[in-house]
């Protein structure tokens, strides 16, 4: 006759086979958790991304070359290829989450180091430790907005304005001085040629950049203009002066463009924060004539 197991050893088999159930379940809810990688990109968008860091790239090198005015149009180059990268996916409903990491990857180079590296070159490099630490600040701060932008984008609205200066108008200020002067050769705006005074602004203009980019202050996205296809005729008829002016002397309104840009926020700012103090008088006791 078989022996019955004892009572401990019909106990132990209960809690091994209860445990090797607990763990199978316990692997298949993680394989639940993990994440499937697709096997493929979306290659448009992330085409004009690569073709962005491209544009930034060669702007380091030209700036190293000290060819300035290529160093200057490659940042701007870059900063139109930015745009239509985000364009084209919102457009074909490809964006991704590799493709919103790799974006923000190359802005950094192209926005943040290839800027930097032209004013150090261009204007900076005579002030010696007070030059490389405002071209530092301004790399540092872009990286802090852009992974600030990483972290709030997935929990905002597609639509929803900035918070904080956009990397790439930044960049565009800087390098749409250099672009503009640099093309007319204005000696009032470049640097040690008449004064050393344009330096100091540039350099104080890179630490304001710096600061308005990890800044809270709103800057309109324009994300949602093609909402309304129908507008006035009035809105084409000024598109096409626009575009004429901008073809004319794209240098001017690269500029202008760009600063205008950075100071909408701060006057819009200020305008929603300022509360009208309205005085009312208070009403006068009405006295009679009779006594």
């Known amino acids: 006759m078989e022996e019955k197991p004892s009572l401990a050893d019909q106990l132990k088999s209960k809690i091994r086979s209860r445990w090797e159930q607990g763990k199978q379940l316990r692997r298949r809810r993680r394989r639940r958790r993990r994440p499937r990688l697709k096997r493929g990109i979306f290659l448009l968008p992330n085409l004009f991304t690569t073709g962005s860091l491209f544009a930034g790239f060669y702007a380091i090198i030209a700036a ?52 930097s590296i032209l004013i150090y070159k261009w204007a900076l490099a005579p002030f010696g430790r007070i030059g490389w630490l405002a071209v530092f600040i301004f790399v540092a701060c872009s990286a802090l907005r852009l992974a600030r932008f990483n972290v709030l984008t997935p929990t905002l609205d597609a639509t929803t304005d900035f918070r904080g200066l956009p990397t790439p108008a930044s960049a565009g200020v800087l390098a749409s001085w250099v672009f503009l002067a640099e093309h007319y050769g ?46 006035p005729f009035r809105v084409l008829v000024g598109a096409v002066l626009a575009l004429f002016i901008a073809a004319a002397v794209p240098q001017v309104v690269a500029f202008l463009a760009m600063v205008g840009y950075t100071a909408s926020g701060p006057i819009l700012h200020f305008k929603r924060h300022r509360k009208p103090k309205e005085t009312r008088t208070p009403a006068e006791p009405v006295t009679s004539n009779f006594t």
């Open 64 to 115: 190293i070359q000290d060819d300035f005015w290529w160093a200057s149009f490659g940042i701007l180059i870059s900063i139109i290829l930015d745009g239509l990268d985000g364009a084209v996916a919102r457009l074909t409903k490809s964006s991704s989450p590799f493709g919103f990491q790799y974006d923000s990857l190359c802005d950094l180079a192209a926005f943040g180091i290839a800027p």
């Open 186 to 231: 204005l000696k009032q705006l470049v640097p040690n040629s008449v004064s050393p005074f344009p330096a100091y602004v540039l350099a104080f203009l890179a630490y304001m950049l710096a600061f308005l980019m990890v800044s809270t202050i709103r800057y309109t996205s324009f994300k949602n203009l093609g909402g309304r296809l129908k507008r």
